[in-house]
């Protein structure tokens, strides 16, 4: 069912929420979040239907808030969807105006009482997520590196503003190449004296990647260009050879050791509503995180702190003189 509000206020948006739930028959609890949603016009389809369908491993209220016409009437127009295509209730709100710029204050008294809230940005990620006053209502923030302009400035701009509760899908996207890596290292096996990532060009998933294999491994891991898509290999140097995983096609990697046969492994890049979903399951500070993104931070600035290389002197154009003989 779909309820559309014009220039309304949260009043009715909650009683709208509740006679369509006696409507509907359904209960009118059972909530486990409340998922907010910062995005524009052009995004917000193919993000809600992604929230949409976590919600139905984590019953949630999606909060989709989308700011437009800044210079307009201030007003907020309102779209209900409830049992649409799952057990959740998704309410978009449309803000305009000066409205736009307070949208924590229309949003705070839709949340779901009791219950934790999650804040993600699908687009462009703020500065600092925690001082957004749509991330201070939240016990998680959840960004994308990768859809900024500048993925890895991006990164680093986040790092820096990092607060316990943030997180990427940048680092989600990392999960099943970490699962499979701790497998692997959990054989016996030689100590590891270096690492290599090959992924296409400034991948943030690369950068985070790294940086774990150098927090937990205490090495340097050296990233390298490759035509994906995204992390293409990892390869784990050793004295009695290497530790490898490929994946070159997307879909399935190849996880190779120079005293065992290769193994095939399923490691298929996941969609959006599959990395929402990890990041929904913990609501907890994701301090491994933490220590990725900071030790790549770390790395950034010890690279730009070194000297650049002198230029060689110029050679003088004059003609030596001759000796006297």
């Known amino acids: 069912m779909i309820i559309d509000l014009a220039n309304t206020s949260t009043r009715k948006i909650q009683d709208a929420l509740t006679a369509t739930r006696h409507r509907m028959g359904g209960p009118a609890t059972g909530k486990v979040l409340t998922l907010i949603v910062v995005t524009d016009e052009a995004a917000q389809y193919d993000a809600i239907r992604a929230a949409t369908e976590v919600a139905r491993e984590h019953p949630c209220r999606i909060l989709g ?5 800044r210079e307009a009437e201030s007003r907020v127009d309102a779209e209900v969807r409830v049992g649409e295509s799952g057990p959740g209730e998704t309410v978009l709100l449309r803000m305009y105006g ?20 999650v804040t993600w940005w ?32 991006t990164l680093k701009r986040l790092a820096g503003g990092y607060l316990p ?6 680092w989600a996207r990392v999960t099943p190449w970490r699962s499979l890596l701790a497998a692997a290292l959990d054989q016996p096996h030689d100590d590891v004296t270096g690492a290599r990532i090959e992924a296409d ?18 090495i340097s891991a050296e990233i390298s260009e490759s035509r994906g898509p995204g992390i293409t290999a990892v390869r784990l140097s050793t004295k009695n050879g290497e530790i490898a995983v490929t994946r070159p096609d997307g879909r399935v990697a190849t996880l190779s050791r120079s005293d065992q046969p290769d193994r095939q492994v399923a490691l298929h890049r996941r969609s959006t509503s599959e990395l929402l979903a990890e990041e929904l399951r913990r609501l907890d ?11 790549f931070a770390k790395g950034l600035e ?15 154009a004059a003609k030596p003189k001759a000796k006297k003989s």
Do not use: C, M, N
Request: hydrophobic share 40%; glycine share 10%; net charge negative.
């Open 65 to 69: 808030v989308i700011a437009r016409g």
């Open 98 to 117: 000066q409205l736009a710029e307070h949208a924590d204050s229309v949003v705070l008294p839709l949340l779901v009482p009791d219950t934790p809230v």
């Open 122 to 153: 699908p687009g462009e990620a703020p500065v600092k997520p925690g001082a957004e006053a749509l991330g201070a209502l939240a016990q998680r923030r959840v960004t994308d590196s990768t859809r900024g302009t500048d993925p890895l400035g």
């Open 165 to 170: 509760g943030d997180t990427d899908f940048a």
């Open 201 to 218: 060009s400034g991948s943030p998933s690369a950068a985070l990647l790294g940086g774990w294999l150098s927090v937990r491994l205490g």
């Open 285 to 295: 500070p994701d301090e491994v995180y933490h220590e990725a993104v900071q030790r």
């Open 302 to 316: 010890a690279a730009s702190a070194q000297p650049a290389p002198a230029a060689p002197a110029a050679k003088s």
